[in-house]
T-cell receptor
Framework: EAGVAQSPRYKIIEKRQSVAFWCNPI?????LYWYQQILGQGPKLLIQ????????DSQLPKDRFSAERLKGVDSTLKIQPAKLEDSAVYLC????????????FGPGTRLTVL | AQKVTQAQTEISVVEKEDVTLDCVYE???????LFWYKQPPSGELVFLIR??????QNEISGRYSWNFQKSTSSFNFTITASQVVDSAVYFC???????????FGSGTQLTVLP
């Protein structure tokens, strides 16, 4: 069974530029998560989708971050404009249903903002 | 609010030594789930175990074992006869039945020296 796919794996941009990350969850998983992991810390949830609806986006900096999951499968996370402090690994995860189910993670996208 | 503490920031052992990674959690719920993930240098979070709050039996999987003690709110992870490939950051995480998100500890960097 294919795991969670993410692209790109690495991205380097200058501050104030925009960037987008893509995620394809495990087939059949209703719930999709985006996490931000700053170096030396545990992952922090940015947004959670169940099918194509947002369940929790309380920690998403909505002035610059946006995410969508239009058809309830793939998802895109965008940052516009990027700041230096956005340098981090962006992890996508999926689970069968709720957050108490096991979440399976993709390889992540390492973003460097110069 | 849920909280996970991994007090050991870094641990270094020599190959074949046993090592225990500590995890202490805080929750007000009676129903919750505990997880351990491994994050090797490649960056992907690899699921190791999920345990619900009603199952206090210790678990063994090969060289890995987990000790869940509700009395001390701990869910410790032991690697027996460690190997160089065990070198990674290990995260403990908690999800409450009523909460939507998975809360991670800050992780323990384990280095196994040859």
């Amino acid at each position: 069974e294919a795991g969670v796919a993410q692209s790109p794996r690495y991205k380097i941009i200058e501050k104030r530029q925009s960037v987008a990350f893509w995620c394809n969850p495990i087939s059949g998983h209703a719930t999709l998560y985006w996490y931000q992991q700053i170096l030396g810390q545990g992952p922090k949830l940015l947004i959670q989708f169940q099918n194509n609806g947002v369940v929790d986006d309380s920690q998403l900096p909505k002035d610059r971050f946006s995410a969508e999951r239009l058809k309830g499968v793939d998802s895109t996370l965008k940052i516009q404009p990027a700041k230096l402090e956005d340098s981090a690994v962006y992890l996508c995860a999926s689970s069968l249903d709720t957050s108490t189910d096991t979440q399976y993670f993709g390889p992540g996208t390492r973003l460097t903002v110069l | 609010a849920q909280k996970v503490t991994q007090a050991q920031t870094e641990i270094s052992v020599v190959e074949k030594e046993d090592v225990t990674l500590d995890c202490v959690y805080e929750t007000r719920d009676t129903t919750y789930y505990l997880f351990w993930y491994k994050q090797p240098p490649s960056g992907e979070l690899v699921f190791l175990i999920r345990r619900n709050s009603f199952d206090e039996q210790n678990e063994i999987s090969g060289r890995y074992s987990w000790n869940f003690q509700k009395s001390t709110s701990s869910f410790n992870f032991t690697i027996t006869a460690s190997q160089v490939v065990d070198s990674a950051v290990y995260f403990c995480a908690l999800s409450e039945e009523g909460e939507r998100q998975l809360t991670f500890g800050s992780g323990t960097q384990l280095t196994v020296l040859p």
